[in-house]
C-alpha cells in the first residue's frame, strides 16, 4: 500500500473508515483529502463538467524496499542482515519449516543469534502477535525476518510497531487507512522477508491487515516497509492450487480496486495497471495448473508485488470497498479472502455500473478488448468475463457455494456497521443499503 503522510488522530478503538480513496489521494492545495468529505466531491464532479475530465491528483511516493528477485537469491539476505545481529524468523502454519526452507535460511544465517516464533493464522491474530512482541523484547532483537505469505509479513510489521510501544497495543488498530503517526512509536525493529505466497503485495508495501475479535484492521505505517524481500518464484512452486488461485484473484482485485473508479488522466498509472491485468489473465490458469511452470509463476510474483506497492495507485483514486466487505466476509465466516473478492467483485461492477462507467468501458475495451457493442453489452461483458475468468481458475464466485443464504446478510452488515464501514467508495456514496444490496446479490 502506498502510505499517506501520518498525522495525529483521537478517537475510541473503532477505526473510521473513510474512503479509502481519501486517505491516498491529495487535494490541488496538498491537503490530505480526507478533510474534503462532500465539497470534494462536489468540486471534482465541476471540474469534469467544465473541463470535460479530472486531472492528475497530487500524491507523494516513497517506497524504500530492495527487491531480491529471481531463483537463488536466498542467500542473499547474509548481506542485508547484520552479522551481529539478533534474528527472530517468523514463519506460519509449518510449511515454511516443515519444506526445509527454515533451515536452509538458519543455514545461510549461521553466526548470528537466531530464534524462531512460529504459527502466524492466515489473518493473523492481534493475540499471538502479541506474543510475537514479547519475544522481540525478551530476546533483545535486532532484526525480524518474515518467511512466508501475506499474513506472516503482515503480522510481523505489526509485531515490530507493538514491541516497543509503551500503551495498549490496540491503539495501533484504531486509524483505518490513515497512517500510525509517527510519535506513537518510539522504536521499531527493521524487518525483511522471504515470500513464499504471491497474493497481497506486503513484501513491498507499509501495510498490514490484523485480525481482533470479530474484525479486520488495517495498519498503514511507513516504519512497516521491509528492507528488503526476497521473490524467488520456485519456493511457490509446493503451494496447494486454492492458495495459488487465491493470490491471482487477491492481485486482481488490488488492481481493479486503484483503477476501475473515475478517470483522472494518469495515462502511466493506467496503463500499468492494464499490463497487470492483462498478464494475470494470459498465465492466472496455467500458474495453478502448472506449480513449476516458471514463467506463469515468476509473472504472478512481480504482478502481485506490483498490483499494491504503492506505483499503480499514485495520483488516482482508490476503491477498497470489495476487500472492506471481503473482509467481514472472512471474520465472520473463514472464507478465504481472494474467495471473497471472487464473491463480490462482479456484484459490486454490476451495482456502481453508472458511478463507474467511464472506466468499466475502458476496462471492456483495453483489458477484455471488447469491440462493435453498444455500451451497455459492453459493460455487461466485461463484467461476466471478470466472473468466468474467477471460476476459470476453481474458485466459486456465489455466496450460496459457501454454505451461505440470506439470513445472513444482516449479519455481515451489522458488522459492517459497528467496524466504521458506512460510506465506502471512491467517493464515499456507497452507504450500507447498498453493500447490502451488493451481498444480495452475490447469493
Not at 467481514?328 to 473478492?341: K, Y
Request: charged share 20%; net charge neutral.
Amino acid at each position: 500500500m502506498h502510505c499517506p503522510m501520518p498525522k495525529k488522530r483521537q478517537g475510541s478503538f473503532t477505526p473510521v473508515w473513510p474512503n479509502p480513496s481519501r486517505m491516498w489521494r491529495s487535494m490541488p492545495d496538498g491537503v490530505l483529502a480526507e478533510k474534503a468529505s462532500r465539497k470534494f466531491i462536489y468540486i471534482e464532479k465541476l471540474k469534469l463538467k467544465l473541463l470535460g475530465g479530472f486531472i492528475m491528483l497530487n500524491f507523494d511516493f516513497y517506497n524504500p524496499t530492495r527487491i531480491l528477485f529471481g531463483t537463488d537469491r536466498l542467500g542473499q539476505i547474509d548481506k542485508h542482515i547484520p552479522a551481529e545481529a539478533a534474528v527472530l524468523i517468523t514463519y506460519g502454519g509449518g510449511s515454511a519449516k516443515k519444506s526445509g526452507l527454515i533451515d536452509k535460511i538458519k543455514n545461510i544465517l549461521t553466526g548470528r543469534k537466531l530464534h524462531e516464533f512460529g504459527g502466524i493464522e492466515p489473518n493473523p491474530r492481534y493475540e499471538t502477535l502479541l506474543k510475537g512482541a514479547e519475544v522481540v523484547r525478551n530476546e533483545k532483537i535486532d532484526f525480524l525476518l518474515a518467511v512466508g505469505g501475506g499474513s506472516v509479513i503482515d503480522g510481523t510489521k505489526f509485531i515490530t510497531l507493538a514491541a516497543f510501544y509503551d500503551g495498549d497495543a490496540r491503539d495501533l488498530l484504531k486509524f483505518g487507512f490513515s497512517p500510525v503517526p509517527f510519535d506513537m512509536v518510539r522504536k521499531v525493529i527493521p524487518l525483511g522477508a522471504v515470500l513464499t505466497l504471491p497474493a497481497t503485495g506486503s513484501e513491498m508495501n507499509c501495510g498490514a491487515t490484523i485480525s481482533y475479535e470479530q474484525g479486520k484492521y488495517p495498519v498503514l505505517s511507513e516504519l512497516n516497509f521491509p528492507a528488503f524481500s526476497v521473490l524467488d518464484p520456485t519456493i511457490t512452486f509446493t503451494l496447494p492450487r486454492i492458495q495459488v488461485a487465491n493470490g491471482v484473484i487477491d492481485t486482481f482485485g488490488h488492481v481493479l480496486e486503484q483503477y476501475l473508479t473515475y478517470p483522472v488522466d494518469a495515462r502511466v498509472q493506467d496503463r500499468m495497471a492494464e499490463g497487470i491485468l492483462q498478464t494475470l489473465i494470459e498465465i492466472g490458469e496455467t500458474a495453478v495448473a502448472e506449480p513449476e511452470n516458471y514463467d506463469a509463476r515468476a509473472n504472478l510474483v512481480w504482478s502481485a508485488t506490483l498490483a499494491n506497492n504503492g506505483l499503480i495507485g499514485s495520483g488516482v483514486p482508490q476503491d477498497w470497498a470489495t476487500h472492506i466487505i471481503g473482509w467481514e466476509l472472512t471474520a465472520t465466516f473463514g472464507i478465504d479472502h481472494g474467495q471473497t473478492l471472487a464473491i463480490l467483485l462482479p456484484s459490486l461492477l454490476e451495482m456502481r455500473r453508472e458511478q463507474k462507467r467511464a472506466k468499466l468501458l475502458q476496462y471492456a475495451e483495453r483489458v477484455w478488448h471488447i469491440e462493435s457493442i453498444d455500451e451497455e453489452k459492453k459493460i455487461n461483458l466485461a463484467i461476466q468475463r471478470t466472473r468466468n475468468f474467477f471460476e476459470s481458475l476453481g474458485v466459486k464466485t456465489h455466496l450460496s457455494q459457501y454454505g451461505i443464504a440470506a439470513d445472513k446478510i444482516p449479519v455481515i452488515v451489522d458488522h459492517l456497521k459497528a467496524h466504521g464501514g458506512t460510506a465506502l467508495s471512491e467517493t464515499q456514496d456507497l452507504t450500507l443499503d447498498i453493500s447490502q444490496k451488493i451481498l444480495e446479490s452475490s447469493l
